[in-house]
């Protein structure tokens, strides 16, 4: 399958700082790429959905201001956490979708663990 | 009413049994569907994914849609202790804007020697 790599695995900032996150297509490029939270033993839960050029697409309840998402090529997109909370530790996962034929598959990156004391 | 339904479980499996997960989503225009299969502490990783009535085979792995019902399962054959994960049934709505997937809860397997 097609390999999205995310970075860092884990982080572990101050309350209070900011955390960037990178989510990169290695051997495609990328239509659209998503970002998930998951906290401990629950699903999926969409934040944002980015595409390239445009201003990402937030889901409701998702502070846009807090969740800064760039996307600046077809293989590239980041997260920032910005004035990061305890709060905002959780399991962050990015995804990039491409199509094939009439179809469109998704990949995940690793995803990154952010712990925020 | 939750958009993609997934029993939470854990659904407990002898080794070498059939495992099957069950999934269920509310938007009838539902164009494609996903399984994901996520180990505790990681990213969840492709198993298959189905866009038409009918079952479709994957080595061990079969899934079966039947968007009448609205309903899609996974089974796995010959189960093996690695097998033990959270299952994610993804779904991919016609009406969904861009190809944003909605996720069921997923189903936690345990797979017992």
């Known amino acids: 399958g097609a390999v999205v790599s995310q970075h860092p695995s884990r982080v572990i900032c101050k309350s209070g700082t900011s955390v960037k996150i990178e989510c990169r297509s290695l051997d495609f490029q990328a239509t659209t790429m998503f970002w998930y939270r998951q906290f401990p033993k629950q699903s999926l839960m969409l934040m944002a959905t980015?595409?390239?050029?445009?201003?990402?697409?937030?889901e409701q309840g998702v502070e846009k201001d807090k969740f800064l998402i760039n996307h600046a090529s077809l293989t590239l997109s980041t997260l920032t956490v910005t004035s990061a909370h305890p709060e905002d530790s959780s399991f962050y996962i990015c995804?990039?979708?491409?199509?094939?034929?009439?179809?469109?598959?998704?990949?995940f990156g690793q995803g990154t663990r952010l712990t925020v004391v | 009413q939750k958009e993609v339904e997934q029993n939470s479980g854990p659904l407990s499996v002898p080794e070498g049994a059939i495992a099957s997960l069950n999934c269920t989503y509310s938007?009838?225009?539902?164009?494609?569907f996903f399984w994901y299969r996520q180990y505790s502490g990681k990213s969840p990783e492709l198993i298959m994914f189905i866009y038409s009535n009918g079952d479709k085979e994957d080595g061990r792995f079969t899934a079966q849609l039947n968007k009448a019902s609205q309903y899609v399962s996974l089974l796995i054959r010959d189960s093996q202790p690695s097998d033990s994960a959270t299952y994610l049934c993804a779904v991919k709505g016609f009406e969904t804007a861009g190809n944003k997937l909605t996720f069921g809860g997923g189903t936690r397997v345990l797979v017992k020697p």
């Open positions: 995804s990039a979708s491409f199509r094939v034929g009439l179809n469109t598959e998704a990949f």
């Open positions: 980015s595409n390239e050029g445009s201003k990402a697409t937030y």
């Open positions: 938007d009838r225009g539902s164009q494609s």
